[in-house]
DNA sequence: GGAAATTTGATATATTATAACATTTCCGGA
DNA sequence: TCCGGAAATGTTATAATATATCAAATTTCC
């Protein structure tokens, strides 16, 4: 059998979010940027789950924890961790989520399951390469591309079955 | 030289838009849907160019009209209009836009310009099944495709080029 | 040590979207 | 034809997401 990724099956999350937090140091320090305590908190906030999470949800995880925080505040945040590639933002539900291939060089696609709310993103070079030819095709120079697919994780597919 | 898509030359927009009303009754007649005179209008208002339009310049439009209308007159009427495949939502800009290929069942692709707005439909049948194959590879049931390109249009890239 | 640049704080407001409930219109069957 | 239910619309209020603006603090670097 295939093995499941990550965000469906249970795991030490608490891996995933020091890694993230590990390799945000690592490429804030390498691109001379600063990650300062409130973005890196927001960045942890953001890897609490695989479950994308909205600005004002953090937000209001911030101001529980007795920081002084406005709308602005998180949204700065979530510009430069967006700018440095350390979160993504999931256009089809505005909100935002880590990314699970900082610092490489890639296009995002997500996977987001419609029942548990967990995504996971592909590299998917072979999507890639189909997009950016389709867009050759008609001569339009892509820059950005947003790729989400919402569906079924293998989990909750599952467990829809024998309701 | 390969021929340029439509939006991105000087045509003669109110055959788009009449094509696309066409289409719109025969359609709306084919599901037993009613295409009520808002939903028409609001259809006619989405097609007046090739650029998405936002639901509030689509009300803003209703009301200079001298319609009495408010945001769930329009969003009402685009969920119809959705539902039935006749306009797209584009999540990465948070507006709507006629669909190009009504009837057909398709994934949409959409080639977004950053500099004259211009949106271009594609049908891309490689790409959907590059990514169909990505998400089956995962376990994963696809659904519903959000598939957003910006970039630059051809027009704009060889305006730019001689700045 | 001090000027410039970056980051943060704070207030206000813009933009996009939906909830809830009353009223009207439409359409098929008695 | 008219009536009953379903569909569509009107209306008011409010939720959810995002940005503008300007002042204050902090950091950087010479």
Redesign the interface.
């Known amino acids: 059998m ?1 093995s ?2 990550l965000p469906y099956r249970p795991h030490n999350h608490q891996a995933c979010v020091s890694q993230a937090l590990a390799d945000a140091r690592a490429i804030c320090r390498a691109q001379n940027a600063r990650l300062t305590p409130t973005r890196e908190r927001v960045l942890e906030l953001i890897w609490q789950s695989h479950k994308p999470l909205g600005a004002y949800d953090v937000l209001a995880e911030l101001t529980a924890e007795g920081q002084s925080a406005a709308p602005p505040t998180v949204y700065r945040a979530l510009d430069f961790l967006q700018q440095h590639g350390l979160v993504h933002r999931i ?2 539900l505005n909100a935002f989520i880590g990314c699970a291939h900082a610092g490489e060089n890639h296009t995002g ?1 997500f ?1 987001i ?2 029942s548990c709310g967990n995504v ?1 993103e ?1 590299k ?1 070079p ?2 890639s ?3 950016e ?3 050759k095709a ?17 989990r909750c ?1 599952a467990e829809n079955r024998h309701d």
Not at 141 to 153: H, R, Y
């Open positions: 295939a499941q990724a256009a089809s696609m996977l399951c419609r996971l592909l998917a072979g999507v390469g189909a997009i030819g389709a867009a008609e001569h339009f120079k892509a820059e950005d591309v947003t790729l989400e697919i919402a569906g079924l994780c293998p597919q």
